[in-house]
């Protein structure tokens, strides 16, 4: 029990940070960043990927194996199915992350402000539609850690 109670803790811990860093990107960050001209914008966007695109590709994973552990070594019953569901929203996340989101990313790390490509606008558009499922995802997980701790 007490390794389950260090792993929940962790991943309560982990998900609450990580539910609130990407739900502010989306709905209070990018906002403002998409209100700006074009050049500010992209360069905007690069400096946040390149400030989140240090942390995020350690703090995802990490939190997605410690939600595993702790569906393992949760107790069995209501609990357990909670941070199973916690689990498979964490795989769905990072199917969106790495099919979508992740290259999206790569693609406006390479843009000249001065001159960005055609369809820039659409892409990310469409990193934005995902970014919200991805903050929804983060929040069912970190609903889960918290429902656990409080059946637990």
Same mark, same amino acid.
């Given at each position: 029990?007490?390794?389950? /109670?260090?792993? =929940?803790?962790?991943?309560?811990?982990? =998900?609450?940070?990580?539910? *609130?860093?990407?739900?502010? =990107?989306?709905?209070?960050?990018?906002?403002?960043?998409?209100?700006?001209?074009?050049?500010?914008?992209?360069?905007?966007?690069? *400096?946040?990927?390149?400030?989140? *695109?240090?942390?995020?590709?350690?703090?995802?994973?990490?939190?997605?194996?410690?939600?595993?552990?702790?569906?393992?070594?949760?107790?069995?019953?209501?609990?357990?199915?909670?941070?199973?569901?916690?689990?498979?929203?964490?795989?769905?996340?990072?199917?969106?992350?790495? /099919?979508?989101?992740?290259?999206?990313?790569?693609? /406006?790390?390479?843009?000249?402000?001065?001159?960005?490509?055609?369809?820039?606008?659409?892409?990310?558009?469409?990193?934005?539609?995902?970014? *919200?499922?991805?903050?929804?995802?983060?929040?069912?997980?970190?609903?889960?850690?918290?429902?656990?701790?409080?059946?637990?």
């Amino acid at each position: 029990m007490a390794a389950y /109670t260090t792993f =929940s803790t962790l991943v309560l811990v982990l =998900s609450g940070w990580l539910a *609130g860093a990407e739900s502010a =990107s989306w709905a209070l960050f990018q906002p403002v960043v998409a209100r700006l001209a074009d050049t500010p914008q992209i360069q905007m966007q690069q *400096g946040m990927l390149r400030t989140m *695109g240090r942390v995020m590709p350690i703090a995802l994973p990490l939190t997605s194996v410690l939600i595993v552990i702790t569906a393992i070594l949760a107790p069995d019953g209501a609990t357990r199915l909670v941070w199973v569901v916690a689990a498979l929203a964490a795989a769905v996340l990072i199917a969106f992350t790495l /099919t979508i989101n992740v290259p999206i990313n790569k693609r /406006t790390l390479t843009w000249d402000p001065h001159h960005p490509p055609e369809g820039w606008h659409a892409d990310r558009h469409r990193w934005h539609t995902y970014q *919200g499922i991805r903050a929804l995802l983060l929040a069912v997980w970190f609903g889960c850690a918290v429902a656990a701790v409080t059946l637990t």
